[in-house]
């Protein structure tokens, strides 16, 4: 069964903690995403992530970080969060080649207060 | 740079008529084209792919054609159900097709609306 698993879904910070988001998928592929989705602009790629400790820069990857240290598994972090970090964030996956079909997670929604 | 364009933020619709979402793009490559589908609460969800010049692909009753010459890829259905409401985006993959690394470039999204 394909699928990209993220925890938590919901989570509530207060502003200046740390965040760890996490991501997982069971289909062996090499690249991975984390995306933002704000109303009105869509999604935004913060960081991609080509295989193990191999990550690079997205279109907004200012006060992220990000690490894979499993192919199958891959965490975003916000270290010191800000309010305007609150927004949905979507982990994907895909073959590095071809076709480059994303494989998306249900989401994680967080808040930062 | 590369870039993907949809005009309309929302569409509303009564049940039953046909809808066309459009999206443009802008690329220097060879153009690789999508559709994803994304219903409230839940993860975007592949609907369709085309790289092949003025071919129709379908799915879901939903079907698309690329138009290198006007640099379209719209989503047209030909009568939407309820169940058709969702955000639709459109994306661009912003390397030639094969290479490694490359990433897609989502359009903001349009919102359908069906109506009983």
């Known amino acids: 069964d394909m699928k990209v698993t993220q925890m938590p879904r919901y989570l509530i910070k207060r502003m200046g903690e740390n965040v760890l988001l996490e991501c997982g998928q069971d289909m062996s592929h090499e690249t991975m995403y984390w995306y933002r989705q704000d109303p009105g602009l869509g999604l935004q790629l913060i960081y991609i992530?080509?295989?193990?400790?191999?990550?690079s820069e997205g279109d907004i990857p200012k006060g992220y970080r990000v690490s894979r240290k499993k192919r199958e598994h891959f965490s975003l972090i916000l270290d010191s969060a800000k309010t305007n970090q609150t927004s949905v964030y979507f982990c994907?996956?895909?073959?590095?080649?071809?076709?480059?079909?994303?494989?998306f997670g249900a989401g994680t929604r967080l808040s930062v207060l | 740079g590369d870039s993907v364009t949809q005009t309309e933020g929302l569409v509303t619709l009564t049940k039953g008529l046909p809808v066309m979402l459009n999206c443009t793009y802008q690329t220097t490559y060879s153009p690789f084209l999508f559709w994803y589908v994304q219903h409230l609460n839940e993860a975007p969800k592949l609907l369709l792919k085309s790289s092949t010049d003025n071919k129709r692909t379908e799915h879901q009753g939903f079907y698309a054609t690329l138009h290198k010459s006007s640099s379209s890829f719209h989503l047209q259905k030909s009568s939407v159900q309820l169940s058709d409401s969702a955000l639709y985006f459109c994306a661009l993959s912003d390397l030639p097709y094969g290479s490694s690394g490359n990433k897609l470039i989502f359009g903001i999204g349009t919102l359908l609306s069906v109506k009983p």
């Open positions: 992530s080509y295989d193990v400790d191999s990550n």
């Open positions: 994907a996956s895909s073959f590095p080649l071809g076709e480059n079909t994303l494989y």
